[in-house]
């Protein structure tokens, strides 16, 4: 049930990133944000805060898309652990560096862009692959693990937001088609070169990668991997296991098809049609299964100490379980107050016709970083944006990707962002960590964007 609860639907999200930011724990931040969502909601019983703040909980885990996504973010850490000891990371780099003769941060950027441009259907399976397979490689060349989450995040996220053969695109379609819009696929096409926020960030990572270009607090970081590179390079399993190309090959083959097939299979045949949660999930438990087979005909474990491997993979990551529980029960409750629609207002004050386009960008960013949703952002302002368009001559495909640029900018650092924790976990990066760092560079690209609309919004 909505409630629009004006600038007090602001407060807890505001409330939870501040304290994110400023104490660098984001699970009492979270809690702090839903607890004071719940306070706001329930003003006049608030002897039951404390159980219907337990009830919201309870009521985003018993969602099946939610749970699922809970579920594979804690079985990855089993599928982490068992690639780990089993050193197919370390074999992996061993292989790159006799192919290659020797490798260095060129050649780590490379392969990070092959996986990130490749699998172009779906966040969190790009960056779980991405940030898996070339973690090892990073600590080797002396590159941090929150550049490596910068990279594969901005990657990912952007790369699949301008590929309209995914769900984004089918989600893209309905909401477009829901505005009587004529042809609806060919203005899709012609507004995706208006989706200036992700072809400015991926255009800087390119920047980033090929000049050492770094702001913020990232700088202490890469000084950090740098110290610690050799140390890095040395195996962290004290035993006698040989390293073994297929121990990191397979499981990421397996990850990769799985994802695809059950994408498929969910989808009726239809890949840009399948059930994303759901098929990584079960591309994950799948994987999990066909790794602990192989680890056990190599010899490499025993069943138990394949068991205990997961289960103690698992338990390592029941934080980020809790996190995505956090996250979504906020966005849940930031949609019960009105928070996207309550932004949006803001819209219908006076202004110039050239500043709409970068207005509508502007208000995205702020409510997708906010609420850490894309779709939800999406859901709201394209509605109000494209009938603006139509009915004052602007290009609807120009507000049309403002539109998509704003909601992805907080997807793409909002640190209640599924996709800021997916990414977290899948590149060895604390969220907090990863949020800090992150964010000067989206907000470098989310400015240059700004002025490209207001540039846009004159020649329009």
Known sequence: MSTDLGWLSLIPPVL?????LTTKRVLPSLFAGVLCAVLLLNTGTLHLVPARTIDSLIDIM????NLRLVLFSVLVGGLLKLMKDSRGFEAFALALQRWHGSYGKGTVYGLTWVFGAALILETWSNVLINGTTMGSLYDRVGLARARLAYFIHTISINV????????WGAFYLALVSAQGVEDPLQFLIRSMPYVLYCWVSLALVVFAMGTGFTVGPMREFDARAQATAPAASTSTVATGVPPRLRHMLIPILTLIGGVFFCLWATGDGDITAGNGSASILYAVAG???????LLRIDRVFSSREIEEKIITGTAEFLDVGFLIVLALALGQLTKDMGTGPFVAQLLQNSMPLFVIPALVFVLGAAMSFATGTSYGTF???VPIALP????????PELLFGACIAGGVFGDNCSPISDTTIVTSVASGAPVIDHVRTQLPFALIAATIATAGYLLLGVID
């Open 160 to 167: 699949v937001a301008l590929v309209l053969i995914n769900g």
């Open 388 to 395: 603006i368009g139509m009915a004052t001559g602007l290009s």
């Open 62 to 65: 018993v969602d099946p898309g």
């Open 379 to 381: 859901s709201i302002m």
């Open 16 to 20: 939870a990133i501040g304290i994110a």
């Open 287 to 293: 994987t999990i299964f066909v790794t602990a087979i």
